[in-house]
């Protein structure tokens, strides 16, 4: 992976080399906790951190931090043995924009204009997961953290018996 300019917004994350559907394409860290006691590095800002459903902000490394989001994501974070990565949800190939969909696992009321370009762009996006239409949660279902189905359980739930999985 290489950050270079992206035509999403400011820097992107784009491939070296192809990736498969499926394959881990990083490890990211996530070590760095924000707290009253370990407050953002001088210089740094919110938009560099990503923020879990248990609450904790984490202060995200290059060159994760600048994986865009886009309405039709070409990855998405995975969580193996407690350790996020980054994995590919269908073939992407080198010199691509590696990009998320924000919203998985998203909460709260942020909202912003999407630049992403994708044919399926919503142009409004709200981080929540549950603002995302209907068939887009199900489509995101299985992509959804482990931590963000236990604080989400009576939501989650309700999705996976709507979808037949419960």
């Avoid at 590919?88 to 909460?107: K, L, N, S």
């Amino acid at each position: 992976m290489e950050v270079c300019p992206s035509p999403i917004n400011g820097a992107g994350v784009f491939a070296l080399r192809d990736f498969a559907a499926g394959e881990i394409i990083t490890r990211e860290d996530d070590s760095f906790v924000v707290t009253e006691d370990n407050p953002l590095p001088e210089g740094e800002h919110e938009y560099h951190c990503d923020w879990y459903a248990d609450g904790r902000q984490v202060l995200l490394a290059s060159p994760y931090r600048h994986v865009n989001h886009s309405c039709e994501p070409n990855s998405a974070l995975r969580f193996i043995d407690g350790v996020r990565h980054t994995a590919a949800i269908r073939d992407i190939a080198a010199g691509e924009e590696i990009t998320h969909e924000y919203c998985i696992d998203g909460f709260g009321d942020t909202v912003w204009e999407c630049n992403c370009g994708s044919p399926s762009c919503r142009k409004t996006i709200h981080s929540d997961f549950f603002h995302l239409p209907r068939e887009l949660q199900l489509k995101y279902l299985p992509h959804l953290s482990d931590l963000y189905k236990r604080v989400y359980k009576d939501k989650v739930d309700a999705l996976m018996r709507e979808a037949g999985l419960a």
